[in-house]
C-alpha cells in the first residue's frame, strides 16, 4: 500500500505543476481557468487520497465545496466567453 501511495502522490504533484506552469505560462485567459479547474481537481483528489489513506471522512465537506466552485466557476468563464463572441 505504500508503494501505491507513493505513486499516487508523485502522480498528483507532477499534474499539479503542470496545472501551476499552465496558469503562469497560459497565452489565453481561458488556459489559465481551465488549468485553475484542473488544480482545483487534483487538491480535491489529494484531499481523498489522504481521507483513503487515514481511513476518516474529515475533509468531505471541503472536497464537496471545492467541486462546487470548479463547477460553477467553469460553467460561468464558459457562458461568458460565448456571450462574448
Known amino acids: 500500500m505504500?508503494?501505491?501511495i507513493i505513486v499516487v502522490s508523485v502522480m498528483l504533484a507532477v499534474a499539479a505543476a503542470g496545472a501551476i506552469?499552465?496558469?503562469i505560462r497560459g497565452p489565453s485567459i481561458l488556459d489559465?481557468?481551465?488549468a485553475a479547474d484542473v488544480?482545483?481537481?487534483i487538491?480535491?483528489?489529494a484531499l481523498i487520497v489522504d481521507m483513503v489513506v487515514y481511513r476518516n471522512l474529515d475533509f468531505l465537506a471541503l472536497v464537496i465545496a471545492i467541486s462546487l466552485i470548479g463547477f460553477i466557476g467553469s460553467v460561468?468563464?464558459?457562458r461568458f466567453v460565448t456571450d462574448r463572441r
Request: proline share 0%; aromatic share 6%.
Open 76 to 78: 460561468t468563464v464558459a
Open 39 to 41: 488544480l482545483l481537481a
Open 2 to 4: 505504500t508503494a501505491v
Open 32 to 34: 489559465r481557468v481551465l
Open 21 to 23: 506552469f499552465r496558469i
Open 43 to 45: 487538491v480535491g483528489g
